[in-house]
Nanobody, 124 residues
Framework: QVQLVESGGGLVQAGGSLRLSCATSGRTSSFYAMGWFRQAPGKERDFLAGISWTGGSTSYADSVRGRFTISRDNVKNTVYLQMNSLKPEDTAVYYC?????????????????WGQGTQVTVSS
């Protein structure tokens, strides 16, 4: 099992940027594909971005492609989500998740471990 702790959320104006971090601990984090998701009140948890365990492959939802960038540092056991050009509709709780294996998956049910979430609020 991998333990995940997100940080970096907060309040930002539309057009601004935030960088979320997800610190991993427990079993070797470099053997896990990682994903970022978000969930707004009353809505389902949506896939945003994923990265393979080598970092050589990434995948993005259409809603964030070109604005968000996922990366990982396996020495620091940390995964990042750089978010630029933020919009009010990006307001949600953001979660990182880990799944055993190298392949990126978009369905939340494919992930084994989840962080507690960090709130991102974008004001207009």
């Amino acid at each position: 099992q991998v333990q995940l702790v997100e940080s970096g959320g907060g309040l930002v104006q539309a057009g601004g940027s935030l960088r979320l971090s997800c610190a991993t601990s427990g079993r070797t984090s470099s053997f896990y594909a990682m994903g970022w998701f978000r969930q707004a009140p009353g809505k389902e948890r949506d896939f945003l971005a994923g990265i393979s365990w080598t970092g050589g492959s990434t995948s993005y939802a259409d809603s964030v492609r070109g604005r968000f960038t996922i990366s990982r540092d396996n020495v620091k056991n940390t995964v990042y989500l750089q978010m630029n050009s933020l919009k009010p509709e990006d307001t949600a709780v953001y979660y990182c998740a880990a799944r055993r294996g190298s392949r990126i998956q978009r369905a939340p049910r494919e992930y084994d471990s989840w962080g507690q979430g960090t709130q991102v609020t974008v004001s207009s």
